[in-house]
Structure formats: C-alpha cells, structure tokens
C-alpha cells in the first residue's frame, strides 16, 4: 500500500526528524501534496526539498500548532499526518507549562483537526524516553513492546511526551465526520542521529573547548542502540503504508513500536567518539569524578537553582535524571516494527556512520571558527 494521490501533513517539517521524513516522501512517494507544518520554514530548507519533488505538490503551513483554526486548514483534505513536532528538552530549560501546551494540548489540538476533517492515519513520534530510564537506573537488555518497567518519569519532556502518545493511542478508532475512522499508531525512535544532529554538534564544540578531547559523561556499560535519522524516517513511512491498508490498519493500528536499526549498542559518551574520532578527537578515560558524587553534585546544583528561582531561572548544566539517562543501560529491538510493520532499516550502520561523520568533517571548520570568534 502506497500514499499515492494522498494528501499528507508533516509537522514540524524542519526539524531533524520532520525534513528527512519530507525528502523520503518526495523521493518515494507519489504523493499528491506534502503539507510542512512548523512555526517557521525556513527559504534554504524549502529549496533543498523543491529540488527533489517532482509531482508532488509541495504546501508550506507557518503557525503554532496549538491554534485549532490553523491546524484544522493544515489538515482540511488530507489523508495523512506526521506528527513529528515538539519540544524537546532534556535541561529543564523550558518552562512546564510551555513544553506541555506544545508537546500534549498541539496534539490534542491535531488529533481533534484530523477528527473534524476526515484524516484516516496519525502517526505519532514518540521517544524512547515515554520508557524511562526510571530514578533507580535500572536497566533494560534488548526490550521489546511487551517489557514490563516501572517508569516512574520525571522528565518534563517525558511526561509530556507519555501524555501526548497515550492521547494518540486512546484516539485509534475514533469516528470522523464522514463516518469512517481515525488510525493511530506511535514510534518510539531510540536516540536519532545522522546529518543535521544538534546534539552531534553540540557535542563537538564541546570537545573544541575542551582541546579536542571529548567529555565522558557516560561509563562504557551503560549501553544504548542509536538509530540513523534515514532509518527513523523509513519506520514513520511503513507505518502510514500499513495504516493506510485497510488489511493491516487493524493490526497495527492503536500501538506503539520501537524504531530502532543495528547500529552497535554502545554508551552515549562512546558514541560520540566514534563518530569523531575520525576528526581527531580523543575522549577522557574516566568520568569527570565518580559517578555517585557526580549525583551528589547534581543534587546540590538543583537545591541551589530551585532556592533562587523566586529571584532568578537558572538552569544547571546536568541535572541527576538526564545523569541517570546517560549512565543506565538501555536498549530495545525493531523486532516487532519488522513483524508488524514490515520495517527493515534501509542504510547499514557502516553506511550511517560513513555519512554522518562526512557531515560532522563538513561542519568542523565552522565550529572551530563559530568557537574561536
């Protein structure tokens, strides 16, 4: 089953995820129009997509996605809605409210347009991070959708993620006005990387600072499987595929599955040495001090933070949960996407990793001298 002569909606269209999703859709797809939905789309980023469209119609929607009227314009005729769109925060940098309005009311917000105008699949971006890693840092080995975890969340970004995807899931079956039924499903994609990652780079000026030597933030053991934005993209497209079929929107419709590939299991500091080792970078042996006066730090850097919000928001460098993200083993298998989905990831970690640190060699000379100035 193709999206061809669809209509689809991709929110947050020029985010890392959201623009690689709209170059698949225009390369594979037949699509009748792909709507990009984002607070403000970018003229380069436009152009690089128009290149590539051929037939298909290509819409901009600049607007917040928590204005009903906005968003209900957006999805009036179409077939199909990525939702890619949110705030991500890991810092504790974004005020609740703000992170909830966007993250849990924007998809409400859409789950009611799509309802309204007869929008047959929803799709829905999750994160690995509905799943934990929960204050205890217990571990997860090669999880599946049926893993049981006690994931108690306190992560802001978390908790609104969790909400927005139990809204998703709860909306599967939901009647349109036309009489037919809305179909949802989510992906949780495990950490996404490949060209465009502002983590990456973040990261590397990071290691510019520090005299080309990465910062381990992370002990080898704690273990996680990344996974490659094209990879992560082709996962969202099989799932709009299959609920688009009317054979299999029942099987996968009102579930949620992990995106993942096989990119090696490997710790989060790790990672980033591997993509950048190539650039000459090292990486420090040990952890800046020992992981349980690390949390003991981060504890007394929260205490003071909190003390002088009254006065003034100041938002510490790390935080024990995001410590406790980094330092605890965590990884799942694609199993269940390939069952169900029909999933197979598309670029081979040797394939990912190639094209990823050509991006990371492209943007070092610019970083070096972003860092320098």
């Known amino acids: 089953m193709s999206l061809e002569g669809d209509v689809c909606v991709v929110t947050g269209a020029c985010g890392f995820l959201g ?70 925060d890991v810092n504790e940098s974004v005020e609740y409210s703000e992170m909830y309005g966007v993250n849990v009311t924007g998809t409400q917000v859409l789950l009611e347009a799509c309802i309204q105008e007869n929008v047959v699949a929803f799709i829905y971006t999750s994160s690995i991070e509905v799943m934990g890693p929960n204050p205890k840092g217990e571990p997860i080995i090669n999880g599946n959708e049926d893993t049981f975890y006690n994931c108690t969340l306190k992560f802001s970004y978390s908790k609104t993620k969790k909400e927005a995807e139990r809204r998703t899931l709860a909306s599967h079956g939901e009647l349109l006005r036309n009489g037919g039924r809305l179909a949802t499903c989510a992906l949780r994609p495990m950490y996404i990387y490949g060209e465009g990652c502002r983590f990456l ?126 330092n605890t083993h965590f990884t799942f298998s694609y199993q269940r996407a390939q069952q169900d989905l029909g999933y197979n990831p598309r670029y081979s970690w040797e394939e990912a990793r190639k094209r990823t640190m050509e991006w990371l060699a492209s943007q070092l000379p610019k970083e070096r001298e972003r860092i320098r100035g």
């Open 19 to 88: 623009k690689r999703l709209v170059k698949l859709l225009l390369e594979e797809e037949n699509a009748a129009e792909i709507r990009m939905l984002d607070k403000h789309v970018q003229p380069q980023v436009l152009q690089e997509l128009t290149d590539c469209r051929g037939k298909t119609k290509l819409s901009v929607f600049e607007g917040d996605i928590r204005d009903g009227e906005f968003v209900r314009k957006a999805c009036r005729a179409a077939s199909v809605v990525f939702h890619t769109a949110s705030i991500i």
């Open 201 to 326: 780079l973040g990261h590397m000026g990071d290691g510019i600072r520090n005299k080309d030597v990465l910062l381990r933030m992370s002990q080898p053991e704690a273990r996680v499987n990344p996974v490659y934005v094209g990879n992560a993209a082709l996962a969202h497209l099989q799932a709009a595929r299959c609920l688009k079929d009317p054979q299999r929107r029942n099987l996968v419709g009102g579930k949620f599955y992990f995106a993942a590939d096989d990119t090696p299991p490997v710790s989060y500091s790790d990672f980033n040495h591997v993509m950048m080792s190539p650039l000459g970078f090292s990486i420090q042996e040990k952890l800046m001090m020992p992981l349980r006066l690390f949390y003991v730090v981060c504890f007394f850097l929260e205490v003071v933070c909190m003390l002088l919000r009254p006065f003034v928001r100041i938002v510490p460098p790390l935080n024990r949960q995001l410590l406790t993200m980094l």
